[in-house]
Structures are given as C-alpha cells and as structure tokens.
C-alpha cells in the first residue's frame, strides 16, 4: 500500500515536469508557462502568436517575450516602442504597463526605467530629472528618443517601495519610457541591455 502511494506521488510530479509546451520559435517555454489549455499552468499564461511568443498586460497589450530564466522564475519582455516621429510609447492608450494582481507575475526590481516627455509636477518626486540622468543618453543616442529630445524626462530604479504591478504613463504624468536591465551606474548607452523584467511566485 505504501509503495502505491509513493508511486502516485512520484508519478504526478513527473507528469507535472513534462506538461510543458512546445517551444515557441526559439524559444523554449518552461513549466509553468502555458501558451495552450492542454500544458502548463493556466495560471501562468503566454501567447506563441506565428512563432514568436509574448506576455499579454491585464489591458490585453502584448509583449514579445525575449527570454526566460526558468531558474530563477524570470522572463524579460520587451519595452513598447516609442511611436515613430512622436515621444508616445506603443501602449499609451493603455496608460503604459498594467500587470493582473490576480496572476502570479509582478515586476522585478532590476529594472531602471526611463521616463519622457513628462510634466512639471514630475519634479516633486524622487526621480532623477536631473541633465545627468540616463534619459538625456537615450535622448542624444538612440533613434527612437529623437521624438523626445529636449522633453522633462527622468529616470529611476523600480524598487521594492513601488507599485511592483505598473509601469504608468499618461498625458498628466509622462508619455513614454523604456527600460533596462540590470542597469550598472555610469554604464555607456551602447551597452544597455533593453527590457523589463518580470518574475513570477512558482506553484504550490
């Protein structure tokens, strides 16, 4: 009887170690992730859209998913790009970054996120706005700042003491960032590594 018993226990975590989905493009999608009812999580929810797979926001505005640290239940997505000709991120109707507190994903605190075009109530808050800070890097460098250049911009470093499910923008606060990755101090802007990244609480 005994030796039943450890057989069903060990056989239902076996099945759990191999219900994973079928990799996605390039890129393998790791228990708990579930791009399909029929593996993984259902909690833990992905897309695979014509090869490429991607995190959908709780306003239903998708990212594509560069890569996954199933060791470290990790996953960076990619930041919205800033509208062409414009300093208005790609998912500003949605007021930016919006994570289901229901689900099993928040952001993590390895994120140095930029900030453009904001308002002057900006000033008031800790953030860097300062001519030194990463933004004016980004502003001066890289194509897709051009559209913001000689905006308020800021930047900070999401930490624990900050809503870990939003990055917001809007027309009264700011309207587009990106982000970064692990971020080092005083690091050049050809050397950033551009993402946000997400964590999830593994299952029970």
Known sequence: MVM?????????H???????????GSIDVPYPLSTDDNCGDPRYKVYCTNGI??????????YK?????PSAYKLIISPPPIQKGTCYSSDF?????KLDENLPFNISTHNTVMLFNCSDHILLSPLNCSS???CRQFEDNVEEGIGCKNTL??????DSAMTSHMIRIRTVGCTAYTSMVNMKP????DSWTYGIELQWVPPN
């Open 53 to 62: 797979l991607e995190f959908f926001s709780a306003a239903g505005f998708s």
């Open 14 to 24: 076996v099945s759990e170690a191999y219900n994973t989905c079928p990799t996605c």
């Open 65 to 69: 998913i560069l890569s996954i640290n």
């Open 186 to 189: 005083g690091s050049s802007f």
């Open 153 to 158: 911009c800021c930047h900070y470093l999401k």
């Open 4 to 12: 039943v018993f450890l057989f069903l226990i060990l056989g239902t």
């Open 132 to 134: 030194t800070s990463f």
């Open 93 to 97: 109707s949605s007021e930016g970054l």
